[in-house]
């Protein structure tokens, strides 16, 4: 019963910030992430780039509209494209090779639900600890940057006209807990009311880490795995 509840985001933001043209292929070609510097007690901010050939995520980033309602953002977003066309023409030309993102994370608690409607899944908001449309503080960073390298400050498109997020690391959803009354498996990893069914992914985080997780889903993976019996040594 608790499946699709306390989905988390990791409490993330995604800006980026578009180089001017004529820099170096360094920044391209460099460690994917170099750098982390924590804004608060609960917020903190890595540098990130994907290479040269990762299209995919960086044709999803568009101009970043200051933060708002949907149908100012979009407006604001529209007539920004209109006054800049070179800009937008240099945001395609630049594909990834001169892409910096901005990953922001935080441990505050802020989820979702996935919910099955309609025929397809869907999320919607907590009631009792929503996840807000956008962090005002990764927009002031990313302005900076961008004023500091003379480069574009980047948002992602349903971001900036739709005030929708996107998450890196999607958590939660089949929760570890201590019954089936508020998780879906238990402390070693077993689905509640399942015999020989196991979830070993970010799914059963119960909260944002504020960090990339892929470290403790390993660890949590390991610790299930030890304690699975082993299997039987002997042949038919």
Not at 156 to 171: C, E, F, K, R, Y
Request: charged letters at 20%; proline letters at 6%.
């Amino acid at each position: 019963s608790r499946l699709g509840e306390l989905f988390r985001t990791n409490s993330e933001y995604v800006p980026a910030v578009r180089l001017p043209a004529g820099t170096g292929p360094e920044v391209s070609h460099r460690v994917s992430i170099t750098s982390d510097v924590r804004l608060d007690e609960h917020t903190h901010v890595q540098t990130l780039v994907y290479g040269e050939h990762a299209a995919m995520m960086t044709n999803q980033l568009t101009h970043l509209t200051r933060p708002g309602s949907t149908r100012r953002r979009a407006l604001s977003w529209l007539w920004t494209n209109l006054r800049h066309p070179g800009s937008v023409v240099d945001g395609l030309r630049a594909g990834s090779r001169r892409q910096v993102m901005l990953l922001f994370m935080q441990d505050v608690s802020t989820s979702l639900r996935v919910v099955w409607r309609g025929g397809r899944a869907r999320t919607e908001q907590s009631p009792d600890e929503p996840v807000p449309a956008h962090l005002p503080v990764s927009h002031e960073v990313a302005r900076t940057l961008a004023d500091r390298v003379g480069g574009v400050p980047q948002g992602q498109l349903l971001d900036s006209v739709a005030n929708l997020g996107m998450t890196a690391h999607p958590l939660g959803g089949a929760v570890i807990g201590a019954s089936a009354a508020d998780g879906v498996v238990d402390a070693d990893h077993r689905v509640f009311g399942y015999d020989n069914l196991m979830i070993c992914d970010g799914s059963v985080i119960p909260s944002n880490l504020g960090t990339n997780p892929s470290l403790t889903i390993t660890a949590l993976s390991e610790l299930a795995m030890s304690k699975v019996p082993a299997a039987s040594a002997s042949c038919g």
